[in-house]
Nanobody, 121 residues
Framework: QVHVVESGGGLVQAGGSLRLSCAAS????????MGWYRQAPGNEREMVAV???????NYADSVKGRFTVSRDNAKNTVYLQMNSLKPEDTAVYYC???????????????WGQGTQVTVSS
């Protein structure tokens, strides 16, 4: 079983910064993509940023130039540095990890419980 735990959310003023962390642990043979989604009240969950095991990032247009995703493969951890935050970035941020538990098994997506980010105007 794989566990994914986020940390680093909180309340920040517009224009400020936050850094989210997400660690995967448990029966991990190999991790593939890791990344971040978010969900604001009344909205569907949307992709924010993802990063491949090789370090190639991909961003939603709404966060390009402001957010940076990175990962530490030795620690099975992914980070999201969020700068120039806007009130519309307010949401619950969810981390995921695509993991294979054993050699030859399929990858499955594991989600964290989410962390609240609130940006005040």
């Amino acid at each position: 079983q794989v566990h994914v735990v986020e940390s680093g959310g909180g309340l920040v003023q517009a224009g400020g910064s936050l850094r989210l962390s997400c660690a995967a642990s448990g029966s991990i043979f190999r991790l593939r993509d890791m990344g971040w989604y978010r969900q604001a009240p009344g909205n569907e969950r949307e992709m924010v940023a993802v990063i491949t095991s090789g370090g190639t990032p991909n961003y939603a247009d709404s966060v390009k130039g402001r957010f940076t995703v990175s990962r530490d493969n030795a620690k099975n951890t992914v980070y999201l540095q969020m700068n120039s935050l806007k009130p519309e970035d307010t949401a619950v941020y969810y981390c995921y990890a695509d993991s294979a538990n054993y050699p030859g098994t399929y990858y499955s997506r594991q989600w964290g419980q989410g962390t609240q980010v609130t940006v005040s105007s």
